[in-house]
């Protein structure tokens, strides 16, 4: 069974620093990957879908990667703001087509 | 862009109780998802419909059931309320199989 891990659970960083989330997959038989962001007490923001034979996606200043012979995704967040805190969720899709979540990174910027 | 609506962003109710919690999405979008999230356990998949009049059991469907009868709405119906399902309630929906998924704004749910 498919397992999704994301570490740090949290992280702090200050204003305008490049972050990098990770996510790592123990089944590397995906079809896609993707990304979300998740405000306190609210749904789920779809940011990036990465299909299994791309390397990578960008939107803005966000760029999430993909390895899945590493079993790895990463997102990288450029000149990060203040407005960029929330917790960031990946999920991978393989042959069950449901998705499997990880736990998330809590993520905090500050001034 | 899609859009998925819950019908209650909180809502209270008593152990013992019939709980309907619904969820249209504006997209015509196949398949459409319930998870329930908590602290420390993430989300977990409750059931998922792919057609209409069909649904699959997730990874914690007791206590729950569902009922998708129009393309655009799938109910979460938990049938006696219990405490134990105090929860946030997600909703989800794809075009097809393995497409991106989008969520609702969630229904944080409290049972007394």
């Known amino acids: 069974k498919q397992e999704v891990t994301q570490i740090p659970a949290a992280l702090s960083v200050p204003e305008g620093e490049n972050l990098v989330l990770n996510c790592s997959f123990t089944d590397s038989a995906i079809y896609n990957l993707q990304w979300f962001r998740q405000d306190p007490g609210k749904g789920l923001t779809s940011l990036l879908l990465?299909?299994?034979?791309?390397r990578e996606q960008t939107s803005g200043r966000l760029n999430a990667s993909l390895d899945k012979s590493s079993g790895r995704s990463t997102l990288y967040i450029a000149a990060s703001q203040p407005g960029d805190s929330a917790t960031y969720l990946c999920?991978?899709?393989?042959?069950?087509?449901?998705?499997?979540f990880g736990r998330g990174t809590s993520l905090i910027v500050h001034p | 862009d899609v859009k998925v609506t819950q019908s209650s962003r909180y809502l209270v109710k008593r152990t013992g109780e019939k709980v309907f919690l619904e969820c249209v999405q504006d997209?015509?979008?196949?398949?459409m998802f319930w998870y329930r999230q908590d602290p420390g356990l993430g989300l977990r998949l409750i059931y998922f419909s792919y057609d209409v009049k069909m649904k699959e059991k997730g990874d914690i469907p007791e206590g729950y059931s569902v009922s998708r009868e129009k393309k655009e709405r799938f109910s979460l119906i938990l049938e006696s309320a219990s405490t134990n399902q105090t929860s946030m309630y997600l909703c989800a929906s794809s075009l097809q199989e393995l497409d991106e998924q989008f969520f609702g704004p969630g229904t944080r749910l409290t049972v007394l």
């Open positions: 990465i299909q299994s034979s791309q």
């Open positions: 999920a991978t899709s393989g042959g069950s087509y449901i998705p499997t």
């Open positions: 997209m015509d979008h196949e398949n």
